[in-house]
T-cell receptor, first 117, second 113 residues
Framework: AQKVTQAQTEISVVEKEDVTLDCVYETRDTTYYLFWYKQPPSGELVFLIRRNSFDEQNEISGRYSWNFQKSTSSFNFTITASQVVDSAVYFCALSESFYNQGGKLIFGQGTELSVKP | DAGVTQSPTHLIKTRGQQVTLRCSPKSGHDTVSWYQQALGQGPQFIFQYYEEEERQRGNFPDRFSGHQFPNYSSELNVNALLLGDSALYLC????????????FGPGTRLTVL
């Protein structure tokens, strides 16, 4: 069965602190895709990153970085020097390969990040 | 480049009524997926449409049905509304059946009284 677990329900930090959001996934497929989305109070899910199971390279985009480790089935997200505008709910999601009826996104419960000035 | 659009933004219905939600995909996208997000939860997959057919369905009852039109836009219909159907309904579009990135619309907030 496919499953995504975000054990941190809420995180509160002070501006300029670094923060890491954890994501652990379960799948039996060898080809799969991992995503992070941001959901601000407005409600719209904003795409942040997509990773396939064959690419374990870490990625950095500005203040955002992602650490993908197949050995521990984790895909963690770090925000460096957090800002108030980073306050939102962040979702990790999994999608299996097309040939295994993939296409649907399986979401974790989300982590609500609050960045205080 | 227009993103995914959904209408209406908010909707209030009473138990037993029927509702239709609409979605227009991002330009160039041909696949539409629908998700239900209850308060404080992650989105749950309802179904996905491609080439005007339901390709995949999540664990939702038959009261939930959909349609995709030749211009790739889509509708979600819910019959015999229950209080538990109150949620944010999100539409996402992507290109082809491949596991491509899904881009989401702003959602429709449905309240069932």
């Amino acid at each position: 069965a496919q499953k995504v677990t975000q054990a941190q329900t809420e995180i509160s930090v002070v501006e300029k602190e670094d923060v890491t959001l954890d994501c652990v996934y379960e799948t039996r497929d060898t080809t799969y895709y991992l995503f992070w989305y941001k959901q601000p109070p407005s409600g719209e899910l904003v795409f942040l990153i997509r990773r396939n199971s064959f690419d374990e390279q870490n990625e950095i985009s500005g203040r955002y970085s992602w650490n993908f480790q197949k050995s521990t089935s984790s895909f963690n997200f770090t925000i460096t020097a957090s800002q108030v505008v980073d306050s939102a709910v962040y979702f990790c999601a999994l999608s299996e390969s097309f040939y295994n009826q993939g296409g649907k996104l399986i979401f974790g419960q989300g982590t609500e990040l609050s960045v205080k000035p | 480049d227009a993103g995914v659009t959904q209408s209406p933004t908010h909707l209030i219905k009473t138990r037993g009524q029927q509702v239709t939600l609409r979605c227009s995909p991002k330009s160039g996208h041909d696949t539409v997926s629908w998700y239900q997000q209850a308060l404080g939860q992650g989105p749950q997959f309802i179904f996905q449409y491609y080439e005007e057919e339901e390709r995949q369905r999540g664990n939702f009852p038959d009261r939930f049905s959909g349609h995709q039109f030749p211009n790739y836009s889509s509708e979600l219909n819910v019959n015999a509304l229950l209080l538990g159907d109150s949620a944010l309904y999100l539409c996402a579009s992507s290109y082809t059946l491949e596991t491509d990135t899904q881009y989401f619309g702003p959602g429709t907030r449905l309240t069932v009284l």
